[in-house]
């Protein structure tokens, strides 16, 4: 399997994970062609570029729904469904809700070996049980690629949704998962890494959002994302609004071993690029190395959460967030707006 996987899995494809996404200037683009859709009820809908849409059945239950899908990143199709299905439900968690199920959508191609199809679908498979969810089903197709991800329905109760959109000044900022994820992925395609570094990269991958998604119900959080294809950066400019920028402290950012390092050897992605482009005008740099740079626009598939959440509870939630996601931590903090959106110093 190890042999047909690197010839006719990973190889197979032109970009995998995260990375593959629609650069955010040129979705702006089409998503403005768009007609607009109003509705009491559809308490967060595609104009704000939040996580997932959430639309209100009764005073106490919301439905969120969402859907994440790509081709491969890694060469164990095991590990890329585990992976595909803990980015597609980590959308839920971002907005404070639980994942209720999860149907398959599969693009596979024809004459690819269908024992690797198996392995995909039983690692997606055992995310959503891990996430107490239900897999109820699902839609495939062939396809000159393999894709494959999931369509997924969360509960919330309508005054506990998490935008993106709603931090307040004063708060602080936790990142859940370490950065680097695309950089090392790179460097990985070109044998520029050691293994044993990748693979404590697919196991951050692996690992559900739900853990430190649970913690913070508790806390007086304000706004919360999760960091996937447009980077850090990216991501953090949607949190931004006309009357708040942020500030990120780039000595606390978490980075997994090994992505500086791809950085320094040009091991980056063209998605890094894009999220580059879309956002040099809305970013200061203040005497950041470039490697640093790099992993901060570097496109995250299954990062983690991006927590705006009350100074004062912030140093209780991220003791309590590291007993399992042990990188976390306070990378920086809200602030009345500046000149620009974001201010890494």
Known sequence: MEETEKIDFLSSCTSGGCG???????????????????????????????????????????????????????????SFGKIAAANAMSD????????????NIV????????????????????????????????????????KYGLAVTGTVHPKNILKNNTANVGDYLILTKPLGVGLILSAMRVDMIADDLVQNAILNM??????????????????????????LLGHAFEMTRDDISIVIDAEQLPILEGALQSASDFCMTSAAQRNRNFLQDKIIFEDIE????????????????????????????????????????????????????????
């Open 92 to 103: 839920v968690y971002a907005m404070g809700g639980d994942v209720l199920l999860a149907l």
């Open 206 to 231: 692996e690992r559900l959002n739900k853990y430190s998604a649970e913690k913070m119900k508790k806390y007086s959080v304000s706004a919360c994302t999760d960091v996937t294809g447009f980077g």
């Open 20 to 78: 593959a996404k629609i650069g955010s200037e040129e979705l702006k683009k089409f998503l403005s062609e768009m007609p607009v859709f109003e509705d009491e009820n559809l308490l967060v809908g595609f104009n704000t570029s939040d996580d997932a849409a959430v639309y209100k059945l009764s005073d106490t239950h919301a439905i969120i729904s969402t859907t994440d899908f790509f081709s491969p990143m890694v060469n164990s199709p095991y």
């Open 290 to 345: 470039d490697e640093i740079q790099e992993v901060m626009f570097d496109p995250q598939t299954s990062g983690g959460l991006l927590i705006s959440i009350n100074p004062n509870d912030a140093s209780k939630l991220l003791e309590e967030i590291k007993k399992d996601d042990t990188d976390a931590n306070i990378i920086g903090e809200v602030v009345n707006r500046k000149e620009n959106s974001i201010i890494v110093n």
């Open 107 to 146: 693009c596979f191609p024809q004459k690819m070996d269908k024992s690797i199809l198996s392995e995909i679908l039983k690692g997606g498979a055992e995310k959503i049980a891990e996430a107490g969810a239900f897999l109820s089903g699902g839609h495939s197709i062939y396809d000159h690629e393999p």
